[in-house]
């Protein structure tokens, strides 16, 4: 018999929140992508304007995980959910920043876009979006099994990185790309990396919701 | 932290008649800190910690077998003292239970019970006794009043300085604080923490956060079985086994 249904009913109603949250920030960073790519201004302008719903998501999600907290006093497992999902919320809201930082650089550039660096940067961006999907999964179902495919892919997308950077620096010598256009690209490609990045953190939140140990580390 | 077992409880299983009330329990219980049993009615808890200074020897029909070994004595050994083991694991009620006569009276109970009859002697020690249950300050004018004009709390301290003028070495309590208001219920959770320094302290409780708060290790009992024994700080957040996880999480009552 479960005698704890307020309980049980708000943090579902928790993770659905953050999951909306995570798609309100993943579609951010698709627009904010397509923006960058198609010098698509007034979408750029939109993307930068949606990130005040990530923020407001947050501060809602924290709200009602600190109302659970006081008023539901969790513990074991459910705790975990709650203190990782606090957690973790940072790192979406991070995320959505990142995605208008990236709508933000179309501002920055009028010309048409290097058709041989990007293919490399959305290669980049559709392993981070997978990424992000992933851990967000794995918060939902609270499966250490994706958060441990996140944490593993985010090598290849580092390795990507760094070839972007080999590749830049070549054409930069030899030339084939304005200076100018290559700053902007290499930068919506950290802010890709970075993304990567809160993907992993989200992930090991998710580990710490299974096992109580955060990194390796025990929290309790 | 004092790692010496006060109590060692091996292959204890306890019966009320044919019925089966404690099963197989096998725990440490360690000096100088404090032991929380938790799990729903009925789950034995209560008469575990009854065990341990053989309170159910009141009990018709309660028998057990098995060892419950107090440093190196066997306490249900035929020679045992049973007074004697009683004057060193003192017990705490559920509800406050001071006798009918002064605050002075109530805690001299015991030590003139014992033979001390030099008022200087007694003095020091009901003094003494108030101190370490934090109740001195409140009642050191009035030691001639009724302890029965006490409040809840104040009555509840006054038992924990009864037990403490025997000068115990362990203190049993059952469920201390279910019939106290918030406040007196953490000053007494208080206290239980101030007095491990000196005693080592088992307490019954249906209040999870009161186990989570105050008590060094923790026992989950369930239907006569103790299910899970631990670190309270990872029985509460990372228990080992499901029942602990279904109980604490309010998964099943």
Redesign the interface.
Known sequence: MTLRTTLIESLETLKKDVAMMADLALSNIREGLYAFKNNDQELAKQVMAKDSEVDRYEEEIAKKAIQIIWREQPLASDLRLVTGILKLITDIERIGDHASDIAEMTLHLDDQRNKRIMPMTSKMAEIVENMVLTSIEGLVHVDESLALKVIETDDLVDDLFNQLIQKMTQELKDDKVDPNEAIYVLMVAKYFERIGDHAVNIAEWIIFMVSGKHKNTPLF | MNDSIVFNVKNLNLFYGEKQALKNIEIPIYKNQITALIGPSGCGKSTFLRALNRMNDLIDECHLDGKINYYDQDIYDQTMDVIGLRTHVGMVFQKPNPFPMSIFDNIAYGPRCQGIKDKQKLKEIVDEALKQAALYDEVKDRLKESALSLSGGQQQRLCIARTIAMKPDVILMDEPTSALDPVATLKIEDLVVELKKNYTIIIVTHN??QA?RIADKTAFFLMGELIEYGDT??L????QYKK??DY??????
């Open positions: 999870m956060q989570a700080s990872t509460f957040s990372t228990p602990t996880e604490i999480t309010g998964r099943f009552g």
